[in-house]
């Protein structure tokens, strides 16, 4: 079973920067097909997927609402997915949580959130104005 926690939250200024880590064990050595994610959700607000990668080719996926702003990454060695967010506003508040699927065959399966099994406990951002 995969487990995975979450740290890096905090608080910062609009137009500030934030990394976001997450711990991911579990994962089976052998079998190199998993979506990994960050997701978010704001009070009110639906959850909205922010980013994903695939761990067979590093395939990244973003949301419209930070393409060119925050990068996902994946350190093998580590098990640590990172997620980085330059110039921060205060629509980026939320609670984030990382996330992982099952073994996947295919990288657009990243895209499907019924996907994502595996859950963190969150983390909260929050952007000052």
């Given at each position: ?13 609009t ?21 990994l ?44 997915l ?9 629509d ?21 959130d ?10 909260q ?5």
């Amino acid at each position: 079973q995969v487990q995975l926690m979450e740290s890096g939250g905090g608080s910062v200024q609009t137009g500030g920067s934030l990394r976001l880590s997450c711990a991911v064990r579990g994962l089976h050595p052998n079998r190199k097909r998993y979506c990994l994610g960050w997701f978010r959700q704001a009070p009110g607000k639906e959850r909205e997927g922010v980013a994903r990668f695939f761990t067979r080719n590093d395939n990244t996926y973003y949301g419209d609402s930070v393409k060119g702003r925050f990068t996902i990454s994946f350190d093998d060695d580590e098990n640590s997915l990172s997620l980085y967010m330059d110039n921060l506003n205060p629509d980026d508040t939320a609670i984030y949580y990382c996330a992982a699927s099952g073994t996947v065959m295919l990288s657009d399966s990243c895209l499907e959130d019924s996907r994502y099994t595996s859950w963190g406990q969150g983390t909260q951002v929050t952007v000052s104005s």
